[in-house]
């Protein structure tokens, strides 16, 4: 299964900033939005950032909304994930994936995995 690579995981004390990159390609972009998603030991993966197609939609989970922002640079087959603010509560391991908007719905697309993830670490 194809899965895309996101990097930029690191260790951060809370207050801090960390910008999550996923490298993405041309085909990507044009037929998917992109969603970021994450996953803490022991908890179900939650959707933390998702940003449609056409990039006039986009989603925030209640506890990361204010201080994450998502967004793509298309040129270069970029997409990120800007988090500021951090708290230990963003413990977990991040993971891109392009995903499909339909009636305000966010489905992760079906061509493409998990794949590893970036950690991210947060310290009191």
């Known amino acids: 299964q194809v899965h895309l690579v996101a990097s930029g995981g690191g260790l951060v004390q809370a207050g801090g900033s960390l910008r999550l990159s996923c490298a993405t390609s041309?085909?990507?972009?044009?037929?998917?939005?992109m969603g970021w998603f994450r996953q803490a030991p022991g908890k179900e993966r939650e959707f933390v950032a998702g940003?449609?197609?056409?990039?006039?939609?986009?989603y925030y989970d209640t506890f990361v909304k204010g201080r994450f922002t998502i967004s793509r640079d298309n040129p270069n087959y970029l997409a990120y994930l800007q988090m500021n603010n951090l708290k230990p509560e963003d413990t977990a391991l991040y993971y891109c994936?392009?995903?499909?908007?339909?009636?305000?719905?966010?489905?992760?697309?079906?061509?493409?995995?998990w794949g590893q993830g970036t950690q991210v670490t947060v310290s009191s």
């Open positions: 994936r392009p995903v499909t908007y339909y009636g305000d719905v966010w489905t992760p697309s079906r061509e493409y995995d």
């Open positions: 041309g085909r990507t972009l044009s037929n998917y939005g």
């Open positions: 940003l449609n197609r056409v990039g006039d939609h986009s």
